[in-house]
C-alpha cells in the first residue's frame, strides 16, 4: 500500500486558512471604514489612511504564510 503524502495538504491549509482569514478581516475593516466616513464625513482622510495601514498589515501576514507554503512546496525540510 502506497504511503499517504500530507504536504500538498499542508500547504493548501497554510494558504488557504490565512486567505480565508485575510479575506474577512479586510471585508470587515472595509465595512466599518464605510461606516465611520458615513458617520463623519471630516474625518475620511485620517479613518482612510489608518484603514490601508491596518490592511497593509492584514496582507502581510497572508503573503508571509503563502511564501512559507510555497517554500515547504518546492523544498520539503521533512523529507527523510
Known amino acids: 500500500m502506497p504511503a499517504f503524502d ?5 500547504v493548501a491549509l497554510l494558504i488557504g486558512i490565512p486567505a480565508f482569514g485575510s479575506c474577512l478581516g479586510i471585508g470587515l475593516a472595509s465595512m466599518k ?6 458617520r463623519q464625513p471630516e474625518l475620511a482622510p ?5 484603514f490601508f495601514l491596518a ?3 492584514t496582507d502581510g501576514a497572508f503573503i508571509i504564510a503563502t511564501g512559507v507554503g510555497l517554500w515547504f512546496a518546492t523544498a520539503n ?3 527523510h
Not at 500530507?6 to 499542508?10: E, F, Q, S, T, W
Not at 471604514?33 to 458615513?38: D, K, N, R, S
Not at 485620517?46 to 489608518?50: G, I, P, S
Open 6 to 10: 500530507v504536504l500538498p495538504l499542508a
Open 33 to 38: 471604514l464605510l461606516e465611520g466616513m458615513a
Open 46 to 50: 485620517a479613518l482612510q489612511t489608518k
Open 55 to 57: 490592511v497593509g498589515v
Open 77 to 79: 525540510p521533512f523529507a
